[in-house]
RNA sequence: GCGCGAGUGGCGGAAUAGGUAGACGCGAGGGACUUAAAAUCCCUUGAAUGAAUAAUUCGUGCGGGUUCGAUUCCCGCCUUGCGCACCA
């Protein structure tokens, strides 16, 4: 009997598949249902996948191979999220240039994963950094600027010391870069943003019906973060200054006691008069010298009287302005009416400076009298709106206001415009040139891309630019202003009037733009005309499963923005791009913690695989390790045990060919067992439970072990069908294995397309059913009785059930609780 | 502080329209085969009492509640993971 040796068939097929192009897709072809899934782009970085990553790709490769098997056209796509500031920096430290520090590292991923056994199809690989590529990134670019959903402007930006770079809002985590952990800063810069805000609510709404892992939507509906609220006018005493306030609660109005400015709001410097003028320099210079993080720490409240008074727009109650850091300057209006009586953090300030605290809604009474109430009650103190409710009044006091003009209802979104430009080298050039008094031009289409020029030197400086704005010939560039056509400043300037010299755009573009389209790409790899076909999307889009660990936020609102914004254009047939969106839990290393090169608890799959376990064994147990969405310690030994299982599968199977044709063997269990497990492990694809389907597998062959040890197998159809199914079920998760024992059943085609069993519901259906008897809610007797035995005789069965009499005695049961078929519960007093 | 999860044997985890708690695997113990070991196969394995694979009791983070019956539903806590965090 043949051994199973891992090493020897995972090596062997994996190059049959590449020969044979087994996991390519025909993205032409109509003539069956699509299945289109993947797992988020990897970026390359050098340490390569670490066990982790590997069961990211598995779930989508999972996914898209048991659909290819059922019979779609099914393609799972791989390229590489090859700009930005990861790639950039690992190169910096291997100390090579970008482009061959990623293709050299990539290298590494490629073998890794093939050794993996994933069914990707090679043939469509994409790069973001391939300038076939980013031309149309850049396009997109041009596509925003054209519909003034991109823009520049001027305003302070979270800076990243280390790295050199401005960051985006959603790449600063606790007032710290993304990328090296070290605390940002602020600098004062003009920059160029995608107006995401644009879709905010559209986002929002749609984030409810989206089939998506339910932290990854919270997660998303916090960071766009809506609130429903109203801006009110404030007059300044003695002053044409108005200062415009956001509240979420207009109906606290008359309670509020003092107006407090944030440090950044530039009416401070106006306001601020006579001997109070020096105190609040001081104390501005102050909070603007902390960083944002020294700001959040300390929740102690600080302030300062700038010396004037404003007048609440509904009794003209003189209130005092304030300077505070715990107003936000880039949130609202950066001024806020404080109402300590019903706002926390208004309350801390009034109580530490002593301001006046004015209760306007009634508390409930067994609400205790520390601190502010914050909840819904009736108005008091609140003249005409005494008595209303203070949901209601909201409306009644903002339509009040909107009739004197003083104030408006107003939206307002924690989430800011999607900051794109970045002053480093490796990314794809922002595609303007700037010319003197004129708005940015962007570059014809016809000139795209404007290619990344190849540099010595491409650290960044530490100033507001780029490498690139030191290359002269490349920033100079003749332009047409009309057509945005350009030509190589080392050329001569071509004729008319609209030609003229500007100067390119230094800035490149945050390689989360490069990745916000791609799934757009893959369908359409190679199209040199546009950047996808509309009728490819029409076919292909949305994508039916997303995989991914990472990016939560950022990437996945980047991308649905983008996806709505190519929707308007009538580009693609959906707003949202991912179907179904999961994010997978992690594999702790076995310490606990999580895997890190620097900890040094990283578990190498290659290790494992090398050992003599194969890729198989490792794939099953990655699955059988933990459901889907819950983070799982490594235990090293559970590869061992599903190498075993894979062993009594390939011993099972070696036994059926060399079983002899004919004879008797136990045909109806092996049925049963068969079917049951097909709809099991079928249903838990379906539904991503892949650790169930794992077990349901385990168990067929534990079941199929039983029954032979009963009665030897015998080549019968139950058994053929048996084998076959298993094989079958088995292959989206050990592909080598059921690829070499398929053929070794005789099968000279792939088992990894078309191959899928189908269950026979009828063989599922007992006809006879087990019923729980039990006494006071605990199980005392079990019975088997006929499928559709009546009610009564089911209770008189119990009734006089040995265990049952015991455990009645002569007593009488107060109660007979029936469910049909399942258990009969009888209650004594 | 707020939001979203999670707490079940020695370990990873099964099972929730409320109805046999602990599937499957790891680990552990025992046995078969073997000169021996590895591999393989078989059996046992929540805890307590017990000679028992007789029986009973306890048992799904803690405290209550609803119910004939709660791992599942409700209320109040504790622990822990993730995210956000002075967002007015």
Redesign the pocket.
């Given at each position: 009997m043949k051994r199973y040796n891992p090493s020897e068939i995972e090596a062997k097929w994996q190059q049959i598949w590449e020969q044979d192009g087994t996991y390519e897709a025909d993205l032409h072809d109509t003539s069956r249902p699509k299945y289109y899934g993947f797992s988020m782009l990897p970026g390359i970085t050098g340490a390569g996948i670490h066990i982790g990553h590997g069961r990211t790709y598995q779930f989508s490769d999972i996914k898209v191979r048991a659909k290819r098997q059922q019979g779609y056209n099914a393609y799972h796509p791989i390229g590489w999220d090859s700009f930005g500031l990861p790639v950039e920096n690992y190169a910096i430290k291997v100390g090579k240039k970008p482009r061959q520090a990623h293709d050299e590292a990539k290298e590494n991923f490629i073998r890794q994963l093939k050794r993996l056994g994933f069914s990707f199809d090679w043939s469509k690989e994409i790069s973001t950094a391939d300038p076939a590529y980013y031309k149309w990134t850049q396009w997109i670019f041009a596509k925003l600027y054209e519909h003034d959903l991109a823009y520049q402007k001027e305003q302070p930006q979270w800076w990243c010391e280390t790295d050199n770079t401005v960051l985006a809002?959603e790449q600063v985590?606790?007032g710290k870069c993304w990328r090296c952990g070290n605390e940002v800063v602020k600098r004062n810069l003009k920059q160029w943003f995608f107006r995401i805000t644009a879709y905010a609510d559209e986002m929002l709404d749609a984030t409810d019906e989206l089939n998506w892992t339910?932290?990854v939507k919270?997660?998303q509906k916090?960071?766009i973060?809506r609130?429903l609220?109203a801006e009110v006018e404030f007059a300044v005493e003695d002053s044409e200054e108005v200062i415009t306030?956001?509240?979420?609660?207009p109906d606290t109005l008359f309670g509020a006691s003092y107006v407090a400015l944030?440090p950044e709001n530039p009416l401070v410097q106006e306001l601020a008069v006579g001997d109070q003028r020096e105190k609040v320099e001081t104390y501005v210079q102050a909070a603007l010298a902390k960083s944002e993080v020294e700001?959040?720490e300390?929740?102690?409240?600080?302030g300062v009287f700038t010396g004037r008074y404003a007048i609440n727009p509904v009794n003209g109650a003189k209130v005092p302005i304030w300077v505070a850091?715990?107003?936000?300057?880039?949130?609202?209006?950066?001024?806020?009416?404080a109402?300590p009586a019903h706002?926390?953090?208004?309350y801390?300030f009034a109580k530490k400076f002593d301001l006046p605290i004015i209760q306007v809604v009634e508390k409930p009474e067994n609400e205790d009298d520390a601190g502010a109430y914050t909840g819904e009650g009736e108005l008091v103190n609140s003249g005409r709106f005494d008595g209303r409710r203070s949901a209601l009044a909201r409306e009644e006091i903002v339509t009040w206001l909107e009739s004197r003009n003083m104030g408006r209802s107003k939206t307002?979104y924690?989430m800011r415009d999607w900051l794109i430009s970045r002053q480093r080298y490796w990314g794809a050039p922002i595609p303007i040139v700037h010319v003197e008094g004129r708005e940015p031009i962007a570059v014809n289409e016809k000139n795209l891309p404007v290619e990344l020029p190849d540099v010595d030197d491409f650290k960044p400086k530490g100033g507001n630019t780029s490498v690139l704005a030191e290359i002269d010939d490349w920033v100079r560039v003749w332009v047409n202003v009309e057509t945005g056509e350009t030509v190589n400043i080392t050329e001569s300037k071509p004729d008319g009037d609209a030609w003229v010299e500007g100067q390119r755009e230094t800035d490149t573009l945050d390689g989360y733009a490069c990745s916000s389209w791609y799934f757009l790409r893959y369908i359409d790899p190679f199209n040199g005309e546009q950047a996808w076909d509309p009728e490819l999307a029409k076919k292909w889009m949305p994508v039916d499963y997303y995989n991914g660990a990472d990016h939560?936020?950022a990437h996945l609102l980047y991308s649905r923005f983008w996806m709505r914004f190519f929707y308007k254009l009538g580009l693609v047939p959906t707003p949202e791009p991912f179907k179904r969106m999961m994010y997978n839990g992690y594999i702790m290393a076995p310490d606990g913690n999580?895997m890190s090169k620097s900890k040094g608890n990283v578990i190498d799959p290659m290790e494992i695989m090398d050992s003599g376990y194969g890729a198989d064994s490792l794939r099953v147990y990655e699955m059988?390790?933990?459901?889907y969405?819950?983070?799982?310690?490594w235990?090293t030994?559970?590869v061992?045990?599903?190498?075993?299982?894979l062993?009594?599968v390939w011993?099972l199977t070696q036994e059926y060919v060399a079983a002899p044709e004919t004879g008797a063997a136990n045909d109806a269990e092996i049925l049963k067992a068969t079917h049951a497990t097909i709809k099991k492990v079928t249903s838990d694809i379906e539904d991503e439970?892949f650790?169930?389907a794992?077990?349901a597998m385990?168990?067929l062959?534990?079941t199929l072990?039983?029954l032979k040890?009963a009665q030897p197998i015998v080549k019968t159809e139950a058994w053929t069908f048996a084998i076959e199914s298993l094989l079958q079920i088995l292959a989206p998760f050990a592909p080598h294995i059921t690829e070499e024992l398929w053929h070794e059943l005789g099968h000279g085609d792939t088992i990894h397309r078309d191959h899928w069993p189908k269950w026979d519901e009828s063989l599922l259906v007992a006809d006879t059913m087990?019923i729980?008897v039990?006494v006071?809610?605990?199980?005392?007797a079990?019975l088997e009785l006929a499928k559709d035995t009546p009610a009564e005789e089911v209770e008189a069965a119990a009734l006089v059930d040995e265990?049952v009499v015991?455990?009645l005695g002569d007593k009488k049961p107060a109660?007979v609780?029936y469910?049909p078929g399942?258990?009969v519960?009888l209650?004594l007093k």
């Open positions: 809002n985590e606790g339910d932290m919270t997660m916090n960071w973060g609130s609220g306030v956001f509240t979420t609660r944030a700001r959040q300390s929740k102690e409240k600080t850091d715990y107003v936000l300057g880039g949130y609202g209006t950066g001024a806020v009416m109402v706002d926390e953090r208004d801390e307002t924690k939560a936020v999580k059988f390790i933990a459901p969405d819950m983070d799982a310690p235990d030994r559970g061992p045990g599903t190498y075993r299982f062993n009594r011993n439970k650790n169930t794992v077990a385990m168990e062959v534990n072990y039983k040890e087990t729980i039990q006071n809610g605990k199980l005392r079990k265990k015991q455990f109660k609780i469910i399942r258990l519960n209650v």
